[in-house]
């Protein structure tokens, strides 16, 4: 049912409303430790959605295709649309707490992977699939850099390099 312009789409979607969220919380915060880990996240979400953008596929559509694949992405859209899941805006510009921060990161990566999943179980395209499920997995080495800022605390040294 969805194709992958459907799903480069409004992944690239998500993405952009993840970062715009750091960005903003990124700006708002005045602990410096967390401002590094909201503009790390930030990043991230670019890198995700500049990676989304290459997405393409080598198979042409038929007719029929063409018009599932346009109901498809008016669905997505209508669906995500500036959907950022469980990143509050004012939740993350009000946090003060380094775990909290790492908290509402990992539960934002979360409701990303799942979101993702979805997808997958609606997706035929077998390229389409792979290529999803490579984001899925960046997603979880997210949650794992998130997990492994939590145990070095406040003073990690290098958050990109985690």
Not at 34 to 51: L, N, P, V
């Amino acid at each position: 049912m969805f194709t992958i312009a459907d799903i480069r789409e409004i992944a690239i979607q998500i993405e952009k409303n993840g970062e715009e969220a750091y960005r903003q919380a990124a700006e708002a915060v005045s602990d410096p430790a967390i401002c590094e880990i909201f503009t790390w996240m930030a990043d991230e979400e670019k890198r995700h959605g500049q990676w989304f953008a290459t997405l393409t596929s080598t198979d042409p559509l038929t007719e029929e295709q063409m018009e599932l694949e346009k109901m498809g992405r008016q669905l997505l859209q209508e669906m995500v649309g500036d959907q950022t899941f469980s990143l509050d805006q004012k939740l993350l510009a009000d946090t003060t707490e380094f775990c909290e921060a790492l908290g509402q990161s990992k539960t934002f990566e979360q409701d990303t992977i799942m979101f993702y999943e979805f997808l997958l179980n609606l997706i035929n395209d077998e390229q389409a699939r792979a290529q999803l499920d490579t984001i899925i997995k960046e997603e979880r080495k997210h949650i794992k850099q998130l997990e492994e800022m939590a145990r070095c605390g406040p003073d990690c040294s290098n958050l990109a390099l985690i």
